[in-house]
Structure formats: structure tokens, C-alpha cells
């Protein structure tokens, strides 16, 4: 092996080290660049949904009204101020096969916060949940409602009491003569023991 091609000087050690260095250099610069672009560029947006961390208020011309029972979707629904309950049936997606359209009045006005319960065929209709700060049926105006007398609309304003049920208590009473105690209503069909506990404290003779 000759000196030329067996010994380098140090001049060229010297020159591939640069070029080491060189390379280094210029690696290190395109990882930076690379990293400062990635710190700068968009990142893609995750939308997160955040529970309400309180009750919904109802706004100017909006009430809240709870569906349940015996229809197609039920749950939580805005309607607008006015509306009825055939309107809040209709929003909760209609009447269920089985549910008892006769025991549910469908042109009672609904309030704000009421709970709205449709039964099924032979379920005695739950008690309205009254609206915050107020009270149901003809209590709230400390007037009784007379079984003999009261029309089809007074019977109505009973709690549990549809138009279904109004006319049945009336047709009774043609039928069998006037109410001789609060009783007597178990004998109208429809009317079992926990309607007729409801119902006692609110009616009269």
C-alpha cells in the first residue's frame, strides 16, 4: 500500500469532518423548521357538548311541558304559550297503540313545568303534577265542585278528570238519581279507590 493511498493528511480529515458537520447542521435546521411548522399550523377542532349545569328556563311565549306514559316519545318538550295538551301529545310523537285517549283531556290548556301523563286502556289516569307554586284542581280557588249540579266543563277541572269520565259521571247521575254520598262514584266506571281518595277533599253534594 503506497503512502498516497494508505495515509490521508490531515487537511482532508479535516474536510470530511466539515462535511459531517455540514450535514448535521443542515438536519437539524429541517427537523426545526418541520416542528416550528407543526407548532403553527392548524389543529382540527373536536367539538365537546357540556351538559347544562342547570334546570332550562322557559322564554317570553315558551312553556316546558313533561310527556310520559302511554305515547310514542316521551319526554321533555317546548311548546308555545297556549298550547294544549293535544298539542304536547302531538309534539311527543302521538298516542301510543294502547293508551287511553278517552281519559285525557285534549283541550285542557297546559302551564309551564306541567307533567303531562297519558295512561293505557284500563290504567287509572295518574294525577297531573301541578305547576311550581300552585295547586291542583278547584282548590287553588278554595271552591268545591258539586257532583249534582257541576257540568261537564266543572267536572273537567277535577283532577284525573277527563271528558271521558265527565260523561259518565253525569250519565249516572240521570240514570240513578243524585249522589247521596262521595261514594256513589266508585260506582261510575272508570272511578276506583285511589281516584276517589283524590277526588274527595275537591267535590261535594
Do not use: C
Request: net charge negative; glycine share 12%; no cysteine.
Amino acid at each position: 500500500m503506497s503512502a498516497e493511498t494508505g495515509f490521508r493528511s490531515p487537511r482532508a480529515r479535516l474536510g470530511v469532518g466539515g462535511v459531517v458537520v455540514l450535514v448535521l447542521a443542515a438536519l437539524a435546521v429541517t427537523v426545526g423548521i418541520g416542528i416550528w411548522r407543526g407548532a403553527s399550523s392548524p389543529v382540527e377542532e373536536v367539538a365537546v357538548t357540556v351538559a347544562p349545569t342547570s334546570s332550562p328556563v322557559a322564554e317570553a311565549g315558551q312553556l316546558f311541558v313533561h310527556v310520559h306514559g302511554a305515547v310514542q316519545e316521551p319526554g321533555l318538550y317546548v311548546l308555545a304559550t297556549g298550547a294544549r295538551v293535544v298539542d304536547a301529545i302531538s309534539a311527543a310523537g302521538g298516542l301510543a297503540e294502547d293508551a287511553d285517549a278517552a281519559a285525557v283531556n285534549l283541550a285542557r290548556p297546559l302551564a309551564d313545568g306541567e307533567q303531562l301523563g297519558v295512561p293505557v286502556v284500563g290504567e287509572e289516569p295518574p294525577p297531573p303534577a301541578p305547576p311550581p307554586g300552585t295547586e291542583a284542581g278547584p282548590s287553588a280557588e278554595g271552591a268545591l265542585v258539586s257532583l249534582n249540579s257541576a257540568d261537564q266543563a266543572a267536572l273537567e277541572t277535577l283532577p284525573r278528570i277527563g271528558p271521558a269520565l265527565a260523561q259518565r259521571i253525569m250519565t249516572w247521575r240521570d240514570e240513578n238519581g243524585p249522589f247521596t254520598a262521595v261514594e256513589d262514584l266508585l260506582a261510575v266506571p272508570g272511578i276506583g279507590d285511589k281516584m276517589l281518595e283524590t277526588l274527595r277533599p275537591l267535590v261535594t253534594l
